[in-house]
């Protein structure tokens, strides 16, 4: 069966890196885009990035442009997200999500949580 | 970017009750809606896509339809394991976005 599974989190400080990673299984990875998609305390859900099956095509959300940047291992399965100059409102639980057809985020991992705090 | 409304934000019902949830876009989004089941510290599950298709494996007490921009989201008789957040994602277009959710528990 398909599964999703995201690592990497943990606390960082305001203007530091941190890297995410999903590892999948159960489905032909190289086949398919994927999402990130995340969750702040107390809000909704705000899609992060979308990067196309081959890895050639990104889409990043205005708020992440520029700092986050995703990418897709095909030979590992492995999703990454690696984000940059992090802000407190970046604080969230971080979710990778398979993409079916259009753009349908069909199967999730079960998050990681980010906390960006001094 | 899309809007996507949803009420109520919260409800709660007695086991066997009808539950419905309402969501509208802020554009035509023709039937590219999705409606998710989300519990705490799990992954959220995919339960209805393009408005009104039941996912494989969802029981069928699920339902949803809608076209357009105003799609509605039904649990015919209300389990005590259906307890969690409910939500709404238009696929229309990137950026993806949400409904804010509705939490549904027992009365």
């Known amino acids: 069966q398909v599964q999703l599974v995201e690592s990497g989190g943990g606390v960082v400080q305001p203007g530091g890196s941190l890297r995410l990673s999903c590892a999948a299984s159960g489905f032909s990875f190289r086949s398919y885009g994927m999402h990130w998609v995340r969750q702040a305390p107390g809000k909704g859900l705000e899609w992060v990035a979308f990067i196309r099956y081959d890895g050639n095509n990104k889409q990043y959300a205005d708020s992440v442009k520029g700092r986050f940047t995703t990418s897709k291992d095909n030979s590992q399965n492995t999703l990454h997200l690696q984000m940059n100059s992090l802000r407190a409102d970046d604080t969230a639980v971080y979710y990778c999500a398979r993409s079916g057809s259009y753009y349908n985020a069909d199967y999730w991992g079960p998050g990681t949580l980010v906390i960006v705090s001094s | 970017d899309i809007q996507m409304t949803q009420s109520p934000t919260s409800l709660s019902a007695s086991v066997g009750d009808r539950v419905t949830i309402t969501c509208q876009a802020s554009?035509?989004?023709?039937?590219?809606l999705n409606w998710y089941q989300h519990k705490p510290g799990k992954a959220p599950k995919l339960l209805i896509y393009?408005?009104?298709n039941l996912e494989t494996g969802v029981p069928s007490r699920f339902s949803g339809s809608g076209f357009g921009t105003d799609f509605t989201f039904t649990i015919s008789s209300l389990q005590p394991e259906d307890i969690a957040t409910y939500f709404c994602q238009q696929n229309d277009n990137l950026p993806l976005t949400f409904g804010p959710g509705t939490k549904v528990e027992i009365k």
């Open positions: 393009e408005a009104s």
């Open positions: 554009q035509d989004i023709t039937n590219y």
